[in-house]
């Protein structure tokens, strides 16, 4: 069964610190990879996405995400934390041949001053 | 660009009454998604449209559940009647087309907070 993994309820960074939110998935065939930003109050976001080629992807507001297959993971991650990147980030996995996507239960994460 | 629009934002009514949402997606996207949103899950599909016609309705409770996407562009979803595990917040989303990878990003709406008393 596809599955979509986000083991941290919560990540707590500091400012100017790096940050990772970590994603692991299941799935049968080649993975599509998604993570999509929530902001209080406000629907989701796009932020990046893999679908094949180099395993570091780059998105939106700095972010960006490895894949790593043999460890079928896609971690987010950023040099840098912003207090405004607090929010609530999702990992989503669509699969090879099923286009619904399944997706995690969510991060929130905290940047603190 | 103008996003996905929704409304009402906010929603509350007593068990066994009905509801109404409605959904405009961003112009020239055919795929339409229904989405229920827990506190503190992630989103749940309840249906997808593609153009007109029913892509994946799988995860809708039809017993009180109904959507609709007459003309391929805007969509409501309904329920009838409301029960207590219905509060929640209800997303619509849209993308290009749902078979084609390249340009598969949903793209979402704010979202109705539906509360049921």
């Known amino acids: 069964a596809q599955s979509v993994a986000q083991p941290e309820d919560q990540v707590n960074v500091a400012e100017g610190n790096p940050l990772t939110v970590k994603c692991t998935y299941s799935v049968s065939g080649n993975p599509y990879l998604f993570w999509y930003v929530q902001y209080p109050n406000r629907g989701l976001q796009f932020l990046l996405k893999y679908i094949t080629g180099d395993n570091l992807v780059k998105g939106s507001y700095g972010f960006e995400a490895e894949f790593n297959k043999s460890q079928t993971s896609f971690h987010l991650k950023k040099p840098s934390a912003l207090v405004s990147d607090s929010a609530l980030y999702f990992c989503?996995?669509?699969?090879?041949?099923?286009?619904?996507?399944?997706w995690g239960a969510g991060t929130k994460l905290i940047i603190k001053p | 660009e103008a996003g996905v629009a929704q409304s009402p934002r906010y929603k509350i009514i007593e068990k066994r009454q009905s509801v109404a949402f409605w959904c405009n997606p961003i112009?020239?996207?055919?795929?339409l998604y229904w989405y229920q949103q827990i506190l503190g899950q992630g989103p749940k599909l309840l249906i997808q449209?593609?153009?007109?016609?029913?892509?994946?309705d799988s995860q809708l409770p039809k017993d009180r559940f109904s959507a609709e996407r007459l003309k391929g562009v805007d969509s409501t979803l309904k329920i009838q009647p409301a029960k207590l595990e219905d509060s929640a917040v209800y997303l619509c989303?849209?993308?290009?087309?749902?078979?084609?990878?390249?340009?598969?990003?949903?793209?979402f709406g704010p979202g109705t907070r539906l509360t049921v008393t």
């Open positions: 989503a996995v669509r699969g090879y041949s099923n286009y619904q996507l399944i």
């Open positions: 112009s020239g996207h055919a795929t």
């Open positions: 989303a849209s993308s290009l087309v749902h078979n084609d990878i390249s340009s598969y990003e949903q793209y």
């Open positions: 449209f593609q153009n007109n016609g029913v892509v994946d």
